[in-house]
């Protein structure tokens, strides 16, 4: 079984500060994490993952995560973000088995000017 | 590229009727399609696994008699959402995964169901 904890509900910001979200897994089996983001009423945009290699991932939107198999983390971060960074960012795991994704129950980002 | 696109955007309905939603991979075939729900300000709910030609994977608790997935070929796959009542409103998004990338899954923009 795999499962993921998404440990901020929601993050509100100002503009230009940096950010993170942080994200727990826990699995029996390796695993593939993901983060996606979602815009009000749209499906989800994948950010970044990280399937195997380097442990810091660099995504689109100059987001980037890092990987950090000892402690079960993928936390998310932002050097400076915008106002358009306002959205809802899932965090997922995949395990190499079975294919499946579990999501996290979702953090909500809002970035003030 | 890797889109996926879902038809209709939004639906509404009588109750007792039933809705086909539809989802596509626009430029690439999937091996895998899987159908999710979300209720507001909720996460994503997988409901089943879909392989083209074969019979969908439903998780536990979702009936599979209700919702009827098909998945006829390589870029489309369809729900279809029977006798819908006013308990099935929901956000339904549908992923797709590509061959030799099945770790990664592409959604598509979600289909807005109500019903009334």
Known sequence: ?113 | GAVVSQHPSRVICKSGTSVKIECRSLDFQATTMFWYRQFPKQSLMLMATSNEGSKATYEQGVEKDKFLINHASLTLSTLTVTSAHPEDSSFYICSAAKRAEEDTQYFGPGTRLTVL
């Open chain 1, 1 to 113: 079984a795999q499962s993921v904890t998404q440990l901020d509900s929601q993050v509100p910001v100002f503009e230009e500060a940096p950010v993170e979200l942080r994200c727990n897994y826990s699995s029996s089996v390796s695993v593939y994490l993901f983060w996606y983001v979602q815009y009000p009423n749209q499906g989800l945009q994948l950010l970044l993952k990280y399937l195997s290699g380097s442990t810091l991932v660099k995504g689109i939107n100059g987001f980037e995560a890092e990987f950090n198999k000892s402690q079960t983390s993928f936390h998310l971060r932002k050097p400076s973000v915008h106002i358009s960074d306002t959205a809802e960012y899932f965090c997922a795991v995949t395990s190499d088995n079975a294919g499946k994704s579990t999501f996290g129950d979702g953090t909500t980002l809002t970035v003030k000017p």
